[in-house]
Structure formats: C-alpha cells, structure tokens
C-alpha cells in the first residue's frame, strides 16, 4: 500500500512536470502571437530573431524560423545537459513554434494577414492595442517571463537564447538572466537595423529605433520576471543590533521571535572599546516589532536593517542542488 502511494505520487510529480512545461510554452506562445509579433517588437531570442527574419522574408512565419534556429542549440543541451534534460527541452523548443504558427493562423483572417501581422487584422481588429505600445510591450513580457519561468523551473528550456543563457551560467559563471539580457542585445541591434533601419528590406519603419527602445523595456522585464519566478521575491531582511541590553534582546530573539542569532565581536572606532553586535536574519513583517521591542528595551541601542537577497538554511530557504538553474 505504502509503496504504491509512492509510485502514484512519482507520477503525479512526473505529469504535473510536463504539464507545467506545456503550460509555459502556450504562454510564451502566445503572448509572442498576441503582443509581440504584431508590433514588431524584438525581445530577444529565437523568436526575436524569427520576427527579424519574418520581416526580410514575410512568407515564413516566426515560429517557423524558430525551428530552423532552434534545432543546432538543441543539438547543444542534449550533448551538454543530458537526455532527460534534453528530452524536456526538445518537447518544449519543437512545440512553442508549432503552437505559435497554429494560433497565428487561427487568429488572423487569411494568408496575406499571416504575412503582414498587421495588429489591425488581429482578431479582427478585435485586440488592436497599436495606440498602447507601452502596456503592450509590458504585457507581454510579464507573460512570456512567467512561462518562461515555469518551464526553466523544470529544468527544461524553450530553447534559443535560454540555451545559450544556461551555457553561460554553466561553464562562465553567468546570471542566467543576465546571460540572457547579453544574447538578446545582439537580437536586438539586428532588429534596429532590420526593422529601424530597412536592412534587407529596404524599408525603413517610420519610427522604427523606438520600437528597440520597446524591446529593450521588453527584454528587461522579461528578465526581471524571470528571475521573480525562479527564484522569488527575497522578504527576508538582516539586523546589526548595538546594545548593551543582550540578555533582554537574547530572550526577545530566542522566545518571542522563535529565532537566533549570532554574536559579532566588534570594537568601537571612537572608543576603541570592545563589544559584541548582534547579527539577525528575520522576515519582512517581523522588523516593525522587533524595531519596537528594541526601542522598548534599549532606546540607545544603534540598529542597521538592510536587505538580505537570499537567505539559505533552517527556517529559510534549502540549499539550491548543484543542477538547479538559479536566476541570479
């Protein structure tokens, strides 16, 4: 019986993975049809640089240059990350740009308007929001962060720059995400000079280098939303507490708060005297009280609260396994 709860449980887990990297795909997938594509934004990546190649050769859709970018770098994770690795990324790179090309197809009204994207055939002018490139551009980032997010939380990739970003990360050291901010520059700079510019189409947009200050805000906040789902929003703040009360406040710590804490032997510059500092890792919404305990305790007491990006051990977070990717 125990046993079989075990496996039924190992299942789950194992469905629930690729149902969470389909999940993020048909985000990805579709913020790149409904937000990206039609405004010829440039966020980076296969599909960046697919809507570069979509402008110089309109008969090939974007998700389709994905495939053609796509399969050497998967080539790439299999060799570098393993088959299980690999498996998962192959799924997810072969299907956002199928996903993509279908629902291109399904919601513009016939070829033409496949080629052009023209945001006012979308949907039939249903969702044109080309007075809004702000909260367009915005939108779908925050989209395509999130299920990029969710698909690199399974330790799969959607392929392209997440690859290239990984490699990075592995072998150089690299953030992820910043290795992903430095690919996506190139994307970028060959979409100015694409879509900015008319290189290869000998069209001009009227205002095109705005559209690469779009894709810059883009790319940022994919970046940046990214790195939230990968690796959540740190609440965790660090005290240095100066006081000559440490009894009281070791009680406070130890039964009120439930915690504890580390005594930092320190010297005074002034004085030259010898003392001991307190040092205190806490939540967020524990800071008021332990601010106003301190106050109450010792109102000469000198405290210094700052930010702890990342706080590991019992009561916080576990330590990350060597091969989890980590966003910063």
Aim: glycine letters at 10%; hydrophobic letters at 50%.
């Amino acid at each position: 019986m125990f046993r079989k709860l075990i496996e039924d449980a190992s299942t789950w887990h194992w469905w629930r993975e690729w149902m969470l990297i389909f999940l993020g795909c048909i985000m990805m997938g579709t913020a790149f049809v409904f937000f990206i594509n039609p405004y010829k934004f440039v966020p980076g990546g296969v599909y960046g640089l697919g809507i570069v190649l979509h402008n110089i050769f309109p008969s090939i859709q974007v998700g389709t240059f994905g495939y053609m970018l796509d399969v050497p770098l998967m080539i790439v994770a299999l060799l570098v990350f393993g088959g299980q690795f690999g498996a998962r990324t192959v799924a997810a790179a072969l299907f956002t740009p199928g996903y993509m090309n279908l629902l291109t197809r399904a919601v513009y009204p016939n070829e033409a308007a496949v080629e052009s994207l023209d945001p006012a055939l979308l949907l039939n002018g249903q969702l044109n929001l080309s007075d809004d490139l702000l909260l367009t551009a915005i939108m779908g980032a925050v989209i395509i962060g999130v299920g990029q997010g969710i698909v690199v939380r399974q330790q799969a990739t959607t392929g392209g720059t997440d690859i290239v970003a990984m490699l990075l990360q592995k072998f150089a050291g690299i953030k992820f995400s910043t290795g992903i901010l430095l690919a996506d520059g190139a994307v970028v700079l060959a979409g100015l000079l694409v879509i900015g510019f008319g290189l290869g189409t000998g069209e001009a947009g009227e205002k095109g280098w705005v559209l690469t200050l779009y894709s810059l805000i883009t790319i940022f906040t994919t970046s940046r939303v990214i790195a939230y789902v990968l690796d959540g929003a740190s609440y965790d703040k660090l005290l240095f507490i100066n006081s000559d009360h440490h009894d009281e406040l070791r009680r406070f710590i130890i039964e009120d708060l439930d915690r504890s804490a580390t005594y930092i032997k320190a010297r005074g510059m002034y004085t030259g005297n010898e003392r001991e500092m307190i040092f205190l890792v806490i939540s967020r919404k524990e800071v008021r009280q332990v601010q106003h305990k301190i106050k109450e305790i010792d109102p000469r007491a000198f405290l210094v609260v700052t930010d702890a990006y990342d706080t590991f051990g019992e009561g916080f977070k576990p330590f990350p396994s060597a091969d989890v990717m980590q966003a910063e």
